[in-house]
């Protein structure tokens, strides 16, 4: 059964109050038209299935060129050759296949291009049988592109990224109603803090990765955004930078008293993880690794993985240890692993 929920838009902005809606009562914040992205929409309707989506992925793509095996380090004016190369598919293309190859309802709301690598993603998207139903076309050049140098155990990158509007994440959470957002790396401002106000009324929970952002705790409106945040998953970089700390286990300690679930990516050194003030360590998988590009991001399907499952946090950290060092045995995200792959790598995650 398909309900209809009639959401009364002003000039720019999501707000008012649903009309014919006939599911629980929602009380959406009013979004100024500068936060959600200067939309012009007077009504909207937003259809909606009795139970809504199971995973939400917000985020842009990115084509990543990968140079692998370099022989020697790369330093300003002077030349290395790479011994691999890999064109693939990155950005939050990996976090909505990998979720798609585990068997999960997908959908990823992003932007395409009519560049070559918007088509180059778009394609591979296609291929992995990606829901399209997030996804806007542009007319234009949308190029979202990252060169990774890919080193034994860990990668540098460069990137370079288009400007584009983006969606209001209010307004695809109301569409969509997934069980679970995620988002791949720390956003922060008060269009974020109202798109997250909306997911806790309608009861999703919600996964955000860090990555290479800027901002630190002190940082407008961060702390307010991690406050609504269900689980933060950086890496030890990330988590160090952020909390202006010197070790994992301060970082955990700051982090904690944000967020209900804090899980810090810590490489060839596992994971750790608190919840509820409790501490879980993992160690990582032994494994010879090719490419660790695009692994952070698989480490992050497999917990979302389990967590929808309704595995405990120790279970939910032994699947993204699982997924996480499968994505490194090949180039970018490409070796993430299905289900029946998932089982054959959490044989191999060490006991605790």
């Not at 030349?79 to 950005?91: H, I, K, T």
């Not at 922060?188 to 997250?196: D, K, P, R, S, T």
């Not at 010879?288 to 595995?311: I, K, R």
Request: charged share 20%.
């Amino acid at each position: 059964m398909v309900m209809q929920q009639r959401i009364t838009v002003q000039e720019g902005c999501y707000g008012e109050r649903r009309l014919d809606h006939q599911g629980p009562e929602l009380d959406v914040p009013r979004i100024d038209e500068n936060l959600c992205g200067g939309c012009k929409l007077r009504c909207a309707i937003v259809n909606m299935s009795s139970q809504g989506r199971e995973v939400l992925v917000v985020g842009a793509y990115f084509a990543d060129l990968i140079f692998r095996d370099l022989s020697r380090p790369v330093v300003a004016g002077a030349e290395v050759f790479a011994g691999g190369f890999s064109l693939l598919p990155g950005g939050a293309f990996t976090l909505a296949m990998a979720m798609r190859r585990l068997g999960h309802d997908v959908v990823w709301a992003t932007d395409f291009g009519n560049d070559a690598f918007s088509q180059q993603v778009l394609s591979g998207a296609r291929a992995e049988g990606l829901d399209e139903t997030g996804f806007r076309h542009h007319p234009i050049p949308l190029r979202s592109v990252t060169v990774a140098l890919s080193f034994p155990g860990d990668r540098a990158m460069v990137s370079y990224q288009d400007p584009i509007t983006p969606q209001s994440l209010a307004a695809l959470l109301l569409e969509h109603r997934p069980r679970v957002l995620i988002l791949p790396k720390l956003q922060y401002g008060a269009a974020v803090q109202a798109g997250l106000a909306v997911a806790h009324q309608l009861g999703t929970r919600v996964f955000m990765d860090c990555q290479d952002v800027p901002a630190t705790l002190d940082t407008l409106t961060v702390r307010e955004v991690l406050a609504q945040v269900d689980i933060f998953a950086p890496n030890t970089d990330e988590a160090l930078r952020l909390t202006g700390t010197s070790t994992v286990d301060d970082a955990l300690e700051v982090l904690a008293g944000l967020v209900d679930t804090v899980v810090v990516k810590r490489g060839s050194a596992g994971a750790a993880a608190v919840q509820g003030g409790k501490r879980f360590d993992i160690a990582a998988v032994a494994v010879e690794v090719l490419d660790t590009t695009g692994a952070g991001d698989c480490f992050n399907a497999g917990f979302v993985h389990a967590h929808l499952t309704g595995q405990q946090l120790p279970h939910c950290l032994n699947a993204a240890v699982a997924c996480g060092a499968a994505a490194t045995t090949g180039p970018g995200s490409s070796a993430a692993p299905d289900l029946a792959g998932l089982a054959h790598w959490l044989s191999r995650v060490p006991a605790p």
